[in-house]
């Protein structure tokens, strides 16, 4: 629910113990939600993310960065990797740098 609910606002005057125990609650299940998403992370990952506020925001980046447009892609750049094919006359070392360069980016 940390994901999908917004975060409880909790006003200093009116708060009683039990809405401070509700954001308690909430905050210790966000920080560990951050947690889990962060440990599961590479360490490049884990640096892009460090500096963002909650759990929330770093799933929308992810999400951002490997969603089904990244699918998409992918899809393009092994039907463009299968697809090559060295032209008659052209340098080996010119096909073999195109063939590295599509395998990087995929």
Same mark, same amino acid.
């Given at each position: 629910y940390?994901?999908?609910?917004h ?19 909430w905050?210790?299940?966000?920080k560990?939600?951050?947690?889990? $998403?962060? =440990?599961?992370?590479s ?7 460090? @500096?963002?506020? !909650?759990?929330?925001?770093?799933l ?16 393009? $750049?092994? =039907?463009?990797?299968?697809g ?6 052209? @340098?080996?070392? !010119?096909?073999?740098?195109k ?7 995929l």
């Amino acid at each position: 629910y940390v994901l999908e609910a917004h975060m409880p606002t909790l006003s200093v005057e009116d708060a009683s113990t039990k809405d401070h125990a509700i954001y308690k609650k909430w905050v210790a299940y966000e920080k560990k939600v951050r947690s889990y $998403l962060m =440990a599961f992370m590479s360490n490049a990952l884990q640096v892009q993310h460090e @500096s963002m506020r !909650d759990a929330k925001e770093i799933l929308l980046h992810l999400r951002e960065l490997y969603g089904d447009t990244s699918r998409n892609a992918q899809f393009q $750049l092994t =039907a463009e990797l299968y697809g090559t094919k060295m032209t008659e006359g052209s @340098s080996v070392n !010119d096909h073999v740098l195109k063939m590295i360069n599509a395998i990087e980016c995929l």
